[in-house]
Nanobody, 126 residues
């Protein structure tokens, strides 16, 4: 199991930006695809974005396309989620997750992933 940690959440006004980071101090997840998921109160955890390990290909949920950008820094062993033009409906706890078999070429339910960070709260409100 890989121990992941998210950071960068907070309170922001609609239209604002935040950048989330996902890292691990104990494991080099360079060969793992990483997914960003979010869970709003009373809703299921849903995938927001995914970045592969091999060619850096990415995938985005329709609800965030054009507003969110996922990237990874192999040197810093960190995956980022840049969130722009934030909306109140983006309010949720954001998690990064992975699994040795997880990849961005297929859709997996969140239950498939075996390693998660503790989550980072993002609140979009005026």
């Amino acid at each position: 199991q890989v121990h992941l940690v998210e950071s960068g959440g907070g309170l922001v006004q609609p239209g604002g930006s935040l950048r989330l980071s996902c890292g691990s101090s104990s494991f080099n997840f360079d060969t793992y695809a990483i997914g960003w998921f979010r869970q709003a109160p009373g809703k299921e955890r849903e995938e927001v974005s995914c970045i592969s390990s091999s060619d850096g290909s990415t995938r985005y949920a329709d609800s965030v396309k054009g507003r969110f950008t996922i990237s990874r820094d192999h040197v810093k062993n960190t995956v980022y989620l840049q969130m722009d033009s934030l909306k109140p409906e983006d309010t949720a706890v954001y998690y990064c997750g992975t699994d040795p078999l997880f990849d961005c070429s297929h859709y997996y339910p969140s239950s498939f992933l075996t390693s998660w960070g503790p989550g980072s709260q993002v609140t979009v409100s005026s």
